[in-house]
Nanobody
Framework: VQLQASGGGLVQAGGSLRLSCVASRSKFSIDTMAWYRQAPEKERELVAS???????NYADSVKGRFTISRVNARNTVDLQMNSLKPEDTAVYYCKTDYHWGYSPGYSWGQGTQVTVSS
């Protein structure tokens, strides 16, 4: 499964950005989709995830500001980011879990830069 992410950019603090990610169509069934981020000299961290059934999970640092959504028929996952802060600056990666029969797997997207200026 290949992932293509888009939507990053430069925004002032308090602004908004929307990230999008699409998974290539394949024989695999797409399961949980998620967004991670990695700031310079920091470990990659989970930002938000969403199951195929729509259950969501957010990092405490983004609750109330970010919203994750997906369209199963299109294999897409979006991340709406509002009230952005300089500490949200990072490379954002989409990730998807998938399976084919009893064989699980996962894929990462290529990353998109989000920069929030103060």
């Amino acid at each position: 499964v290949q992932l293509q992410a888009s939507g990053g950019g430069l925004v002032q603090a308090g602004g908004s950005l929307r990230l999008s990610c699409v998974a290539s169509r394949s024989k695999f069934s797409i399961d949980t989709m998620a967004w991670y981020r990695q700031a310079p000299e920091k470990e990659r961290e989970l930002v938000a995830s969403i199951t195929r059934g729509g259950s969501t999970n957010y990092a405490d640092s983004v609750k109330g500001r970010f919203t994750i959504s997906r369209v199963n028929a299109r294999n897409t996952v979006d991340l709406q980011m509002n009230s952005l802060k300089p500490e949200d600056t990072a490379v954002y990666y989409c990730k998807t879990d998938y399976h084919w029969g009893y064989s699980p797997g996962y894929s990462w997207g290529q990353g998109t830069q989000v920069t929030v200026s103060s």
